[in-house]
């Protein structure tokens, strides 16, 4: 499975953005996807998964209520919506294939990455 992403670019808080994570290979329908990011000089940290049904989302603390993940399997795609962005979401993003149904905050559940696109949030 190869992963693109995109979408990503410089714009100012309380501004947003739609990243795209689009996979090629092999379908990822049957598998939880998930979004993450690593700003400069930290650590990469777990932002967003969907299941691969989609009817079940869980995201972390810093981006409920501002950020939506979804997916069209018919496209192999999978979307993170951000609105409301703050300096602090500025960061790589990532989209991720889990190994399995479920989704999980953990970046070891993960099996494929995709390249990442940066964010950069201006103040």
């Known amino acids: 499975v190869q992963l693109q992403a995109s979408g990503g670019g410089l714009v100012q808080a309380g501004g947003s953005l739609r990243l795209s994570c689009a996979a090629s290979?092999?379908?990822?329908?049957?598998?939880?996807t998930g979004w993450f990011r690593q700003a400069p000089g930290k650590e990469r940290g777990f932002v967003a998964f969907i299941r691969w049904s989609g009817d079940s989302t869980y995201y972390a603390d810093s981006v409920k209520g501002r950020f939506t993940i979804s997916r069209d399997n018919a496209k192999n795609t999978v979307y993170l919506q951000m609105n409301s962005l703050k300096p602090e979401d500025t960061a790589v993003y990532y989209c991720a294939v889990a190994s399995g149904n479920y989704g999980s905050a953990w970046a070891g559940d993960y099996a494929y990455w995709g390249q990442g696109t940066l964010v950069t949030v201006s103040s």
């Open positions: 290979g092999r379908s990822f329908s049957n598998y939880a």
